[in-house]
């Protein structure tokens, strides 16, 4: 059923007990092209694109748990594409491009609000460094401002100007960025996938992958056997588990995240706001609740919670910086398991096994990346070359050294990033 | 999560901080190949379930630790003194 302004109003005028499910609940045949370890958003949006632009459609995705159930739905929901090294600056730039015309492409709201996100700088040399990056984001053709610090005051009054210990320098602004809600860019992509014919096959639970001669034959699930030319692992907090059953090593360690949520307030917060002295990062959603995070509680974990000295912190920098949400009582806090790679940088690769391809390695920032990371990851499949917005991401970087895509310049090294 | 350093006794999680995997501890012979160092540096097991980690006791005795710990429930299984794991 498609969406449009006419059917809402017949099913309001009827009680609503006309809706459809939105998507097919299949059993899994015994054999197809390809098979799709994990659905979260990047599984959901890869067999998306993969029957949209390439016409494969004979096409399983397979989730131990539910759709939309991992990190896609647990994240803070920042979209931007202000990235500063070569290889990234392309791949998000073309992320952003997608989801601008993301809701067109699905007919489903997956309420994109390009509010604009505010980076902010507290000494000179963050001001320049900011500088130098949005003259990269400007040059790669996205937007960037930098404010002064009266035009940060202009923006958002409500900040601590007065305080001495971070003084507020200016900050970066990209108006493009801004946030969407998760869980409907996961569903809005299952109802694309499922209606172009792709099997999305939940409560199936990857426990074995099936390699003769060099060449993957299959997959072995919770629910039987299933045979497929192409495997491809997107299981993101859990990649290092599935490459295992292809006896695989990744560069990758799990780590924890968490993220806040207050009870719902007045719209107060108009931006995505980052605080550049400490790990915080706040914005308002639509039901008015607060939304905000900090860093990794880093210490490698799959418990999807984390320990109390992280939200000191984040409770801390949040006070530090804006004092007027002191008051917010917090609902909740969750956390999710993020795939940390050395250098903070994703993969999307083939891998040594014939057939067998690979995405992981999103750290804290692959929401964002799920509408290019499935056109890029589905035309890596299809085609078995990769794509250009993608192909900086290859697995073997660690190894040779060449072309580390280290944002935060503090080397390729686990647990600094 | 409290660590129980084998120097100092039970202490809150903020006085350590954790390099990663024990594995660590088995640095490559000098002149080994690079596949092994490429493993050495980054290829990880990142088990879900009991996995042996580096923590580094740097608020107090500044002993390198060997945890053990579930990493699915931060449950901390067994902590010894790293210069007595190292053989
Ligand atoms: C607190 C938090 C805040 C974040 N904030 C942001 C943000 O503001 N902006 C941003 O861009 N990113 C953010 N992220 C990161 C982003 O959420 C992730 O990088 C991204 O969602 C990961 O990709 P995914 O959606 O495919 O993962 P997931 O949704 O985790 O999908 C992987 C799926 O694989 C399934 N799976 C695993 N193993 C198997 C198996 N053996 N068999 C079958 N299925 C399996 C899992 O059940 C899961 O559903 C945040 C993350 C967290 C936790
Ligand atoms: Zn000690």
Request: glycine share 12%; proline share 4%; with cysteine.
């Amino acid at each position: 059923m498609r969406f449009n302004a006419l059917q809402i109003l017949k099913q309001g005028l009827t009680g609503n007990r006309g809706w459809a499910p939105q998507w097919r609940n299949p059993e899994p045949k015994p054999e197809y092209d390809i098979v799709l370890i994990g659905g979260g958003g990047h599984g959901l949006s890869t067999a998306y694109y993969l029957a949209k632009k390439h016409g494969l459609t004979n096409i399983a995705v397979l989730e131990k748990g539910y759709l939309g159930g991992g990190n896609v739905g647990r994240n803070t929901t920042i979209v931007r594409a202000n990235y500063f090294l070569e290889g990234n600056s392309q791949f998000y730039s073309h992320s952003l491009g997608l989801w601008e015309n993301l809701e067109q492409e699905l007919n489903y709201n997956v309420m994109l609000s390009q509010r604009g996100q505010l980076m902010l700088c507290h000494s000179d040399g963050q001001r320049d460094a900011f500088a130098r990056r949005g003259n990269a984001i400007v040059n790669q053709g996205d937007d960037a401002e930098l404010l002064s610090p009266e035009g940060v005051r202009a923006l958002v009054p409500y900040l601590d100007y007065e305080q001495l210990r971070f003084p507020i320098y200016g900050g970066l602004l990209q108006r493009r960025a801004g946030s969407a809600r998760h869980d409907a860019v996961a569903w809005g992509y299952a109802r694309g996938a499922d209606r172009l014919g792709v099997d999305l096959i939940q409560q199936c639970e990857v426990t074995g992958i099936d390699i003769e001669n060099g060449a993957v034959r299959g997959v072995q699930t919770t629910r039987g056997s299933i045979r497929a030319k192409k495997v491809a692992m997107v299981a993101a907090g859990r990649s290092g588990q599935v490459a295992a059953m292809a006896g695989m090593r990744l560069p990758v360690e799990s780590h924890v995240l968490q993220a806040f949520v207050t009870e719902g307030l007045k719209p107060c917060i108009d931006h995505v706001i980052s605080f550049g002295m400490g790990h915080f990062y706040i914005s308002q959603s639509d039901k008015g609740g607060l939304v905000f995070g900090g860093d990794l509680d880093f210490y490698p974990s799959y418990a999807q919670r984390g320990n109390l000295p992280m939200k000191e912190h984040v409770m801390e920098a949040a006070m530090t910086l804006m004092p007027m949400i002191g008051k917010a009582r917090v609902l909740r806090s969750w956390g999710g398991i993020m795939d940390m790679t050395p250098d903070g940088s994703p993969i999307i690769d083939r891998t040594d096994t014939k057939g067998l391809y690979l995405n992981c390695g999103w750290c804290y920032g692959g929401f964002k990346a799920v509408p290019a990371s499935g056109d890029c990851f589905a035309h890596l499949i299809a085609t078995d070359q990769p794509h250009e917005a993608a192909s900086r991401y290859r697995l073997d970087r660690f190894k040779t050294g060449y072309g580390l895509m280290d944002e935060e310049g503090t080397g390729a090294q686990h647990n600094l990033h | 999560m409290r660590i129980t350093c084998p120097l100092c006794g039970a202490r809150d999680l903020r006085e350590f901080s954790v390099t990663g995997s024990a594995a660590l501890l088995n640095r490559p012979e000098e002149g080994a190949e690079l596949p092994e160092w490429d493993d050495y540096l980054h290829n990880r097991d990142n088990p879900a379930g009991p996995s042996d980690e580096l923590w580094y006791h740097s608020g107090g005795c500044g002993a390198w630790l060997v945890v053990r710990r579930d990493t699915t429930s931060h449950a901390v299984l067994d902590v010894r003194l790293a210069s007595e794991q190292k053989t």
